[in-house]
């Protein structure tokens, strides 16, 4: 099996996740956006911030450029508006990285650092999964936060997307 194709359509699901969650979490107020509530990254603000964070992360190892946050927990954007804006920018990044990527790179390994610089090598392909599960991993720990402010969550099942994508 081309596992490009797979990867494509999955880049399509997350841009079509995260426009589904924002359109939601725009809803919030500016203190209900930055709220700790005891989410791993505190708030929705911190919770998004670091799902764009590790995409940031992960795609400089991937293309070797790019923004390169300075940890895990960093507050890129304290604004909804720039957050969504950078947010729909890193998607678009992510399809382009994707469709750029020749066939062979998905047989191939990953050498990187951590960010505290210790090194690892793991299959290309496996980083790319993680890299689209985390953010689903996270994106439900935001759409919880959403549930908690009484706000209509979005679905965001993987097969929904493919349903409407026929």
């Not at 998905?106 to 392909?125: C, D, I, K, Q, T």
Request: hydrophobic share 40%.
């Amino acid at each position: 099996m081309d596992p490009k194709p797979h990867f494509e359509t999955l880049a399509r699901y997350n841009r079509w996740a995260n426009r589904r969650l924002y359109d939601a979490a725009a809803q919030l107020s500016d203190a209900q956006f930055r709220e700790d509530r005891g989410a791993f990254f505190g708030s929705t603000c911190g919770t998004l911030n670091h799902i764009l964070v590790a995409d940031r992360v992960w795609l400089e190892r991937i293309e070797g450029s790019g923004p390169k946050p300075s940890s895990l927990d960093e507050i890129l954007h304290d604004d909804f508006a720039a957050l969504r804006a950078a947010r729909e920018a890193e998607d678009e990044r992510i399809l382009r990285v994707v469709a750029a990527t020749p066939a062979e790179r998905f047989e191939s390994v990953l050498s990187y650092r951590s960010m505290a610089g210790a090194p690892y090598e793991l299959p290309f392909a496996q980083i790319l999964t993680h890299v689209f599960n985390h953010q689903t991993h996270h994106r439900g720990q935001a759409h919880t936060l959403l549930g908690q402010f009484g706000l209509a969550t979005p679905v965001l099942d993987f097969v929904y997307f493919l349903l409407e994508s026929k």
